[in-house]
């Protein structure tokens, strides 16, 4: 699969400006046989309107931006699992997360790499194993879950 853009991004994930947090799509391998995963990355930049307030003098992107970036990445695996037959009204919520750990602050001008492997799916519940990183050094790692939810029309 070549990479996918913005606007690509934009016909799988219901996210937009300010919330969308992955700039690029670069491997998805939807394949379970094969081990289905993405990479994708979020560049981070002073101009994020979080770094206002965490922290003044001393940017970090908060931890729970990070997991948000991982679940975004996550539900678009889930996303495209499913393939050309999937129900376009059903979107993925984040549901939880375990074995949270942050290794590293995230600050302005890293490229974070977010990973997802697919785990297992259940009754609408999916998790994944996921790993963001900076520079080749882990900044988080965590089990995600997220939740298929149909919209309502």
């Not at 913005?6 to 391998?29: A, G, M, N, S, W």
């Not at 990355?41 to 994020?48: A, D, F, L, M, T």
């Not at 999916?126 to 149909?150: N, P, S």
Request: aromatic residues 10%; hydrophobic residues 40%; proline residues 5%.
């Amino acid at each position: 699969m070549s990479p996918q853009h913005t606007r690509d991004i934009y016909q799988v994930l219901p996210h937009r400006y300010p919330f969308l947090l992955i700039d690029r799509v670069v491997k998805v391998e939807t394949d379970i046989e094969q081990g289905a995963y993405i990479e994708a990355y979020k560049n981070v930049s002073i101009n994020e309107n979080f770094f206002n307030g965490h922290f003044p003098n001393h940017p970090v992107m908060p931890g729970v931006l990070t997991l948000e970036a991982l679940a975004q990445s996550a539900g678009y695996l889930g996303m495209m699992m499913e393939g050309d037959e999937r129900d376009r009204q059903v979107i993925f919520y984040f549901a939880g997360s375990d074995k949270v750990r942050f290794k590293r602050p995230v600050e302005p001008g890293d490229k974070l790499i977010l990973k997802a492997k697919f785990i297992s799916r259940r009754r609408g519940i999916w998790r994944f194993d996921c790993q963001a990183l900076v520079d080749g050094e882990v900044a988080c790692t965590a089990d995600i879950i997220c939740a298929e939810k149909r919209l309502e029309a």
